[in-house]
């Protein structure tokens, strides 16, 4: 059945994992993951196009809650999946965090957060066929991917571009 995304990763269970999402905006985060799921956008289809990052047409977009702070996805738990979705605007923090769990990123663009894209501690990371735009635009340390005792990493085919600024 329909519902917010909130709801439905309340309802994941080991059996019950995969979470499929409309086209539209999401504006609920910061959203927590503690457990193994799939969040998969509208239409993955069997291959990927590059698209315009800023083209939300048809795309779930995830970002945070009107006025909320923090970063939109912090995974702590699991291994979570993110197929064909944006992850963008967070007020102050960065896009994804995720911390002593495993994250795999695939077809997704990740844009317009004020610190990291994605910022990953002890964090095993999959990063594919992704886009990383306009992240890290404050402070002097920030750019689109931050990885801290991560083992393994695997990021291929992405597009990582105008992260940063002129003191990163």
Known sequence: SKCNLTTAIGMVTTTKHVIELDPGTYAEGPITISQSMVLIGPNPGSGHQYRDPEDTTGRAVIT???GANGSVITVT?????????????SKDSSGIKCTGAT?????????????????ASGCPLTIERSVFTKNGTTGTTYEGIYAD?????????????????DKS
């Not at 738990?77 to 605007?89: D, H, K, P, W, Y």
């Not at 994250?103 to 910022?119: F, M, Q, S, T």
């Not at 393994?152 to 600024?165: D, L």
């Open 103 to 119: 994250l795999e990123v695939y077809h997704d663009a990740i844009r317009d957060n004020p610190k990291e894209g994605i910022a």
């Open 77 to 89: 738990g699991g291994t979570v999946a993110l197929f064909e979705l944006t992850v963008a605007s």
């Open 149 to 165: 005792s991560c083992s393994p990493i695997a990021i291929r085919n992405n597009f990582v571009f105008g992260n940063g600024n």
């Open 64 to 66: 945070p809650a009107n």
